[in-house]
Protein backbone atom coordinates (compact mmCIF):
# COMPACT_ATOMS: atom_id res chain seq x y z
CA UNK A 1 0.00 0.00 0.00
CA UNK A 2 1.35 3.71 -0.60
CA UNK A 3 1.40 5.60 2.48
CA UNK A 4 1.58 9.36 1.53
CA UNK A 5 1.98 11.90 4.50
CA UNK A 6 1.31 15.69 4.42
CA UNK A 7 4.38 18.02 5.24
CA UNK A 8 5.50 20.93 4.89
CA UNK A 9 9.42 22.58 4.06
CA UNK A 10 11.16 25.89 4.14
CA UNK A 11 11.60 27.70 0.64
CA UNK A 12 15.30 27.89 0.59
CA UNK A 13 14.90 30.89 -1.53
CA UNK A 14 12.08 33.40 0.06
CA UNK A 15 11.45 31.35 3.61
CA UNK A 16 7.91 30.64 2.52
CA UNK A 17 6.03 27.04 3.80
CA UNK A 18 5.87 24.50 1.12
CA UNK A 19 3.59 22.08 1.44
CA UNK A 20 4.24 18.49 -0.10
CA UNK A 21 3.37 14.85 0.05
CA UNK A 22 5.92 12.74 1.36
CA UNK A 23 5.71 8.98 0.73
CA UNK A 24 6.36 6.53 3.45
CA UNK A 25 6.17 3.91 1.15
CA UNK A 26 4.94 3.51 -2.64
CA UNK A 27 4.59 0.96 -5.33
CA UNK A 28 3.06 0.72 -8.23
CA UNK A 29 -0.31 0.60 -8.20
CA UNK A 30 0.11 4.39 -8.34
CA UNK A 31 0.61 4.52 -12.30
CA UNK A 32 3.49 7.39 -11.89
CA UNK A 33 5.36 5.94 -8.85
CA UNK A 34 7.98 4.83 -11.89
CA UNK A 35 8.40 7.60 -13.82
CA UNK A 36 8.01 10.06 -10.89
CA UNK A 37 10.86 8.02 -9.14
CA UNK A 38 12.82 8.17 -12.91
CA UNK A 39 12.72 11.54 -13.43
CA UNK A 40 13.24 13.24 -9.78
CA UNK A 41 9.59 14.71 -9.93
CA UNK A 42 8.01 12.65 -6.88
CA UNK A 43 10.97 14.28 -4.51
CA UNK A 44 10.65 17.75 -6.24
CA UNK A 45 8.97 20.20 -5.03
CA UNK A 46 7.71 23.77 -6.05
CA UNK A 47 7.43 26.99 -4.13
CA UNK A 48 3.92 28.54 -4.85
CA UNK A 49 4.97 32.06 -3.83
CA UNK A 50 8.24 32.57 -5.84
CA UNK A 51 8.16 29.03 -8.37
CA UNK A 52 11.58 27.98 -6.77
CA UNK A 53 12.10 24.34 -7.03
CA UNK A 54 13.37 22.06 -4.70
CA UNK A 55 14.18 18.83 -3.56
CA UNK A 56 13.32 16.74 -0.63
CA UNK A 57 15.14 13.50 0.90
CA UNK A 58 13.36 11.44 3.12
CA UNK A 59 13.15 7.55 3.86
CA UNK A 60 11.37 5.67 1.07
CA UNK A 61 9.84 2.34 0.73
CA UNK A 62 9.42 1.18 -3.27
CA UNK A 63 7.59 -1.48 -3.81
CA UNK A 64 7.73 -1.96 -7.70
CA UNK A 65 5.25 -4.83 -8.23
CA UNK A 66 6.03 -5.21 -11.73
CA UNK A 67 9.51 -6.19 -11.77
CA UNK A 68 9.23 -7.56 -8.26
CA UNK A 69 11.77 -5.54 -6.59
CA UNK A 70 12.12 -3.56 -3.20
CA UNK A 71 14.01 -0.51 -3.07
CA UNK A 72 14.59 1.10 0.23
CA UNK A 73 15.72 4.64 -0.24
CA UNK A 74 17.51 5.06 2.98
CA UNK A 75 18.94 8.59 3.82
CA UNK A 76 22.42 7.18 5.02
CA UNK A 77 21.07 7.65 8.91
CA UNK A 78 18.58 5.09 7.81
CA UNK A 79 20.34 2.42 6.34
CA UNK A 80 20.01 0.14 9.51
CA UNK A 81 16.38 0.52 9.90
CA UNK A 82 15.75 -0.19 6.16
CA UNK A 83 17.72 -3.35 6.25
CA UNK A 84 15.77 -4.66 9.25
CA UNK A 85 12.55 -3.34 7.89
CA UNK A 86 14.07 -5.46 4.65
CA UNK A 87 14.92 -8.21 7.25
CA UNK A 88 11.65 -8.47 8.36
CA UNK A 89 9.66 -8.61 4.63
CA UNK A 90 12.32 -11.20 3.25
CA UNK A 91 11.17 -14.29 4.51
CA UNK A 92 7.63 -13.76 2.73
CA UNK A 93 8.81 -11.81 -0.13
CA UNK A 94 10.29 -13.82 -3.44
CA UNK A 95 11.82 -10.90 -5.05
CA UNK A 96 14.68 -8.80 -5.03
CA UNK A 97 15.68 -6.63 -2.23
CA UNK A 98 17.53 -3.46 -2.02
CA UNK A 99 18.88 -0.27 -0.24
CA UNK A 100 20.40 2.64 -1.93
CA UNK A 101 21.38 5.92 -0.05
CA UNK A 102 20.81 8.78 -2.46
CA UNK A 103 17.87 9.44 -4.78
CA UNK A 104 20.16 9.49 -8.07
CA UNK A 105 20.87 5.72 -7.13
CA UNK A 106 17.16 4.91 -6.73
CA UNK A 107 16.27 6.87 -10.17
CA UNK A 108 18.75 4.54 -11.78
CA UNK A 109 18.07 1.41 -9.71
CA UNK A 110 14.01 2.20 -11.11
CA UNK A 111 15.64 2.49 -14.81
CA UNK A 112 17.95 -0.55 -14.54
CA UNK A 113 14.78 -2.87 -13.49
CA UNK A 114 12.31 -1.42 -15.65
CA UNK A 115 14.28 -1.62 -18.72
CA UNK A 116 13.85 -5.24 -17.94
CA UNK A 117 17.67 -5.74 -16.59
CA UNK A 118 19.68 -6.77 -13.22
CA UNK A 119 21.40 -4.20 -11.41
CA UNK A 120 24.00 -7.42 -10.60
CA UNK A 121 25.07 -7.66 -14.20
CA UNK A 122 24.91 -4.13 -15.26
CA UNK A 123 27.24 -2.86 -12.16
CA UNK A 124 29.76 -5.81 -13.24
CA UNK A 125 29.38 -4.09 -17.33
CA UNK A 126 30.14 -0.77 -15.52
CA UNK A 127 33.31 -2.11 -14.14
CA UNK A 128 34.62 -3.43 -17.39
CA UNK A 129 33.43 0.06 -19.08
CA UNK A 130 35.31 2.06 -16.49
CA UNK A 131 38.77 -0.08 -16.53
CA UNK A 132 38.54 0.50 -20.75
CA UNK A 133 37.86 4.26 -19.72
CA UNK A 134 40.67 4.35 -16.88
CA UNK A 135 43.61 6.12 -19.57
CA UNK A 136 41.29 9.09 -20.24
CA UNK A 137 39.62 9.35 -17.00
CA UNK A 138 43.24 10.27 -15.60
CA UNK A 139 43.77 12.58 -13.45
CA UNK A 140 39.60 13.50 -13.44
CA UNK A 141 37.54 13.56 -10.64
CA UNK A 142 34.75 10.70 -11.34
CA UNK A 143 30.97 11.78 -9.63
CA UNK A 144 29.60 8.56 -10.29
CA UNK A 145 28.45 6.05 -13.18
CA UNK A 146 24.59 5.76 -14.19
CA UNK A 147 22.71 3.87 -15.97
CA UNK A 148 20.61 6.06 -18.37
CA UNK A 149 17.54 4.24 -20.17
CA UNK A 150 16.50 4.65 -23.96
CA UNK A 151 15.99 2.62 -27.12
CA UNK A 152 19.65 2.34 -26.82
CA UNK A 153 20.78 2.62 -23.37
CA UNK A 154 24.18 4.42 -21.95
CA UNK A 155 26.50 4.86 -19.11
CA UNK A 156 26.55 8.90 -17.73
CA UNK A 157 29.98 9.01 -16.80
CA UNK A 158 29.75 11.92 -14.76
CA UNK A 159 32.58 14.31 -13.84
CA UNK A 160 32.80 17.24 -11.82
CA UNK A 161 33.31 18.78 -15.05
CA UNK A 162 30.91 17.43 -16.88
CA UNK A 163 29.26 14.18 -17.94
CA UNK A 164 30.13 11.75 -20.80
CA UNK A 165 28.37 8.65 -22.38
CA UNK A 166 28.83 5.29 -23.06
CA UNK A 167 26.70 2.82 -24.78
CA UNK A 168 25.43 -0.25 -23.05
CA UNK A 169 26.25 -2.80 -25.13
CA UNK A 170 23.58 -5.42 -24.80
CA UNK A 171 26.16 -7.87 -26.88
CA UNK A 172 28.37 -8.07 -23.45
CA UNK A 173 25.43 -7.55 -21.17
CA UNK A 174 24.42 -10.92 -22.10
CA UNK A 175 27.55 -12.38 -22.24
CA UNK A 176 28.04 -11.58 -18.49
CA UNK A 177 24.21 -12.33 -17.45
CA UNK A 178 25.06 -15.78 -19.60
CA UNK A 179 28.71 -16.22 -17.94
CA UNK A 180 27.49 -15.99 -14.51
CA UNK A 181 24.42 -17.31 -14.67
CA UNK A 182 24.71 -19.49 -11.75
CA UNK A 183 26.51 -17.59 -9.20
CA UNK A 184 23.72 -14.96 -10.08
CA UNK A 185 20.65 -17.07 -9.36
CA UNK A 186 20.26 -16.86 -5.72
CA UNK A 187 19.70 -12.46 -4.99
CA UNK A 188 19.84 -11.55 -1.67
CA UNK A 189 22.00 -8.57 -1.13
CA UNK A 190 20.93 -5.41 -0.46
CA UNK A 191 23.72 -3.16 -1.85
CA UNK A 192 24.27 -3.48 -5.05
CA UNK A 193 27.10 -1.07 -6.35
CA UNK A 194 30.64 -1.16 -7.65
CA UNK A 195 32.10 -2.40 -4.63
CA UNK A 196 29.65 -5.11 -4.87
CA UNK A 197 30.98 -5.78 -8.20
CA UNK A 198 34.46 -5.45 -7.65
CA UNK A 199 34.18 -8.17 -4.72
CA UNK A 200 32.21 -10.10 -7.19
CA UNK A 201 34.56 -10.26 -10.08
CA UNK A 202 37.58 -10.86 -7.33
CA UNK A 203 36.52 -14.05 -6.40
CA UNK A 204 38.14 -16.62 -7.71
CA UNK A 205 35.31 -18.58 -9.25
CA UNK A 206 33.81 -15.72 -10.95
CA UNK A 207 37.17 -14.78 -13.01
CA UNK A 208 35.54 -13.20 -16.10
CA UNK A 209 36.24 -14.18 -19.77
CA UNK A 210 36.27 -11.67 -22.30
ZN1 LIG B 1 9.85 30.52 -2.47
Request: proline share 5%; with cysteine.
Amino acid sequence: MSKPEKQTVTCPKCGETIAFTLWHSINTDMPEAIPDIISGKLFEVECKKCGYKTHVNYPLLFNDMIHQVMIYNAVPENAREAGDALNSMKTLYPGRTRIVLDQSTLREKASIFNTGLDDRVTEILKLIVMAQLQEQLAGKKLMGVYFIPGDEPSFEVALEEGSGYVPVSMEMYRSIEEQFRKQLSTDDEYYINQDWALTFLSSPQNQLQQ
